[in-house]
Nanobody
Framework: QVQLVESGGGLVQAGGSLRLSCAAS????????MGWFRQPPGKEREFLAT????????SYADPVKGRFTISRDNAKNTVYLQMNSLKPEDTAVYYC??????????????WGQGTQVTVSS
């Protein structure tokens, strides 16, 4: 059973940056495609980015394209989300997920517990 633990969330001013990390354990990390999602207050969970098991392929949601970058280090069993030019509307709980390459949350097999990101104006 793969376990995922996110870290790196916090409070940041608009225009600032944060890097989220998601550490995996309990499985062969390099065999899993990974993704990042977020859930703003009172809204549905939404797809942000996905990365293939080798890291060769990535895909992004339009609202974060050009601002967020997904990457992974298979030697460290970790996937990252670099977030730049943050906006107040980026405020949400951020989740990493594993087991699928794509935008559909229900297709992912594993989820972390989430980390809060708050962007102040």
């Amino acid at each position: 059973q793969v376990q995922l633990v996110e870290s790196g969330g916090g409070l940041v001013q608009a225009g600032g940056s944060l890097r989220l990390s998601c550490a995996a354990s309990g499985g062969v990390f390099s065999s899993h495609d990974m993704g990042w999602f977020r859930q703003p207050p009172g809204k549905e969970r939404e797809f942000l980015a996905t990365i293939s098991r080798s890291g060769s392929f990535t895909s992004y949601a339009d609202p974060v394209k050009g601002r967020f970058t997904i990457s992974r280090d298979n030697a460290k069993n970790t996937v990252y989300l670099q977030m730049n030019s943050l906006k107040p509307e980026d405020t949400a709980v951020y989740y990493c997920a594993g087991g699928y390459f794509g935008t559909i949350a229900s297709r992912y097999d594993y989820w972390g517990q989430g980390t809060q990101v708050t962007v102040s104006s």
